[in-house]
């Protein structure tokens, strides 16, 4: 059951994504001979609309094959892909990568409408963890408490914890617990250098209209972005170094992944989905050859050079580029088994 929930998941992204393509492929018309969900020899295959539908053997991509995109002319006159113009090649590019952004977006707000947007709360403080032995533990804090006064006066900023540390003695904290509030007396002695809690604002989950939730999950996007970029390109230089971060999981570990999201209910499965097409969107836009950004980088090149690479070199470059992604994919997938065998799946 758990290597089917991955299947459907990954189908889905997948399917997606070079529906993608083919749509602003067709929309322009240009020709999709075949329509590829992995690959290998195909499962099953069908034909339709001009295209021959396919599922593959390997599911772990798939492809559009987009008339005029390796072929670019037929008796000296563009044909397909090639007679585009540069928008409109872009829009081809860039269609599978809409495409799972778009997805993911949908299925966040969804999320955010059934379960809500974690929204932080900055005029209170809510205690994540107490140090044993620490100040605060002596005062009675316990993880979960939220601190909502200190000495009588209301929090302006959950930070203004902190500001107990500029004034030794006794301190009077107003702290919500479940349903009660109770006060507490921690005493702060600069010997001490710590009081003793990690803590944040208090979030709580806002349900939103669907609406307001697709938007909200696009603004979300747009903000995690640079720490999404920096995440992937710090993962693919650790693969590389044989040192993946911890959270870095392949096919392999994917499948664990996914069946212990499928077993909390439909939200925690929707958001996982969202996150791999939202993965999936940065990871197609890196400019590795082979990949989308990587054909928009070489198309914008040509265009920038004002000559065009002949097919077999673009061919021989894409190439190198995909040997380059699945050699990724086995490195990540041979730390996934280590970690399934009680290895450490990292370096020393």
Do not use: C
Request: zero cysteines; charged letters at 15%; proline letters at 6%.
């Amino acid at each position: 059951m758990s290597f089917l929930w991955f299947l459907v998941v990954i189908g889905l992204s997948i399917f997606v994504h070079e529906l993608g393509h083919y749509l602003a492929a067709r929309l322009q018309g240009v020709r999709v001979p075949v329509f590829s969900i992995g690959f290998g020899p195909p499962l099953v295959r069908f034909h339709g609309a001009g295209t021959e539908w396919r599922i593959a053997l390997i599911p772990l991509g798939g492809f559009a094959l987009i008339e005029g995109m390796a072929e670019e002319y037929e008796g000296g006159e563009p044909v397909g892909f090639a007679r585009l113009s540069l928008f409109g090649k872009t829009l081809v590019l860039l269609g599978g990568i809409l495409m799972n952004l778009l997805l993911a977006w949908l299925l966040l707000g969804l999320v955010f409408h059934a379960q809500g947007l974690p929204t932080p709360i900055e005029t209170e403080a809510q205690i994540i963890e107490v140090l044993p032995g620490s100040l605060a533990e002596k005062a009675g804090l316990k993880p979960g408490d939220v601190i909502i006064a200190i000495d009588g006066k209301p929090l302006k900023h959950f930070t203004d914890l902190g500001a107990i540390k500029k004034k030794p003695g006794p301190h009077e904290l107003t702290v919500r617990r479940g349903k009660n509030t109770v006060t507490l007396k921690l005493v702060w002695t600069p010997e001490a250098k710590q009081i003793g809690v990690r803590y944040g604002p208090r979030v709580v989950m806002r349900r939103l209209g669907l609406f307001e939730g697709f938007f909200a999950a696009v603004a979300l996007t747009f903000k995690l972005l640079p720490q999404m970029t920096k995440s992937l390109v710090l993962g693919i230089l650790g693969v590389l170094a044989g040192r993946p971060p911890a959270d870095l999981v392949g096919p392999v570990g994917l499948v664990s992944v996914t069946a212990k999201a499928a077993a909390q209910g439909w939200v925690a499965l929707a958001n996982l989905t969202a996150m791999i097409n939202l993965s999936l969107a940065l990871f197609n836009l890196l400019p590795i050859p082979g990949l989308d950004g990587g054909r928009l980088l070489l198309l914008y090149l040509r265009r920038l050079l004002g000559r065009r690479f002949t097919p077999q070199t673009e061919a021989m470059i894409n190439a190198a580029g995909l040997f380059f992604v699945f050699l990724l994919i086995l490195m990540v997938t041979f730390q996934d088994i280590l970690r399934l065998l009680g290895g450490r799946g990292g370096g020393p």
